[in-house]
């Protein structure tokens, strides 16, 4: 049995996905709050496709395109309400390529 070895880097990998946008039709919302809680926050620095972002008055947003539907942003903060998570549309979202 021969094992393939490959030097690609993960982040080489990510670019193979591709994303079909859902104009004004976004799969995650934020609930508008003054300050995010820890947990919120914290999706500024855990989501891995950089979705979250804070905007100049210290709340936190969402840009939903790119998701990877990975799932953590939804186990840390769908429970409290902080934001709202579905799944994209049939024929939106990402589109995994080469795993
Ligand atoms: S599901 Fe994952 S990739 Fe998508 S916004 Fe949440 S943390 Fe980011």
């Known amino acids: 049995m021969t094992i393939a070895v490959t ?3 993960v982040e080489d990998k990510l670019y193979q996905n ?6 004004g039709r976004p799969h995650i919302k934020v ?3 003054k300050w995010p809680s820890a947990n919120l926050f914290a999706l500024t620095s855990v989501c891995p ?5 804070l905007n100049d008055n210290g709340q936190v947003e969402i840009t939903a395109d790119g998701c ?5 942003c939804r186990i840390l903060c769908e429970a409290s309400g902080e ?3 579905n ?12 795993g």
Do not use: Q
């Not at 799944?87 to 080469?98: A, D, T």
């Open 18 to 23: 591709r994303y079909v946008v859902d104009s």
């Open 83 to 85: 934001i709202e998570w």
């Open 31 to 33: 609930r508008p709050h």
């Open 68 to 72: 990877m539907e990975c799932g953590t």
């Open 49 to 53: 496709a950089k979705c979250y972002e």
């Open 7 to 9: 030097n690609l880097r």
């Open 87 to 98: 799944y994209p549309r049939g024929g939106y979202g990402v589109l995994f390529k080469f």
